[in-house]
Nanobody, 121 residues
Framework: QVQLVESGGGLVQAGASLRLSCAAS????MGWFRQAPGKEREFVAT????????YYADSVKGRFTISRDVAKNTLYLQMNSLKPEDTAVYYC??????????????????WGQGTQVTVSS
């Protein structure tokens, strides 16, 4: 059983930074997704746990960085230059099988409860 708990969300001004964390009970290839009000859940970033290789959605490329602390079994999403359109609930997710990169939410078996990120203009 995999337990995922996100933290680090909040209300910030445009241009600010936030770092999201996800405490996991196991080590899998993992990802971040987000869902804005009235919108479909969308892929943000994924990381290959073993190597740290990363892959990003075009909308966040160059602004967000996904990383992991192997010793702490923790996933991070560093978000810089935040924009109002980044406002969403952010979810940590984990795969249950090998394979990377994976951008489809259908390929992720485990999900956290989500953490709210709100960016004001």
């Amino acid at each position: 059983q995999v337990q995922l708990v996100e933290s680090g969300g909040g209300l910030v001004q445009a241009g600010a930074s936030l770092r999201l964390s996800c405490a996991a009970s196991g080590r899998y290839n993992m990802g971040w997704f987000r869902q804005a009000p009235g919108k479909e859940r969308e892929f943000v970033a994924t990381i290959r746990w073993s190597t740290g290789s990363s892959y990003y959605a075009d909308s966040v490329k160059g602004r967000f960085t996904i990383s992991r602390d192997v010793a702490k079994n923790t996933l991070y999403l560093q978000m810089n230059s935040l924009k109002p359109e980044d406002t969403a609930v952010y979810y940590c997710a984990a795969r249950s099988r090998t394979g990377w990169p994976t951008i489809s939410e259908q390929e992720y078996a485990y999900w956290g409860q989500g953490t709210q990120v709100t960016v004001s203009s």
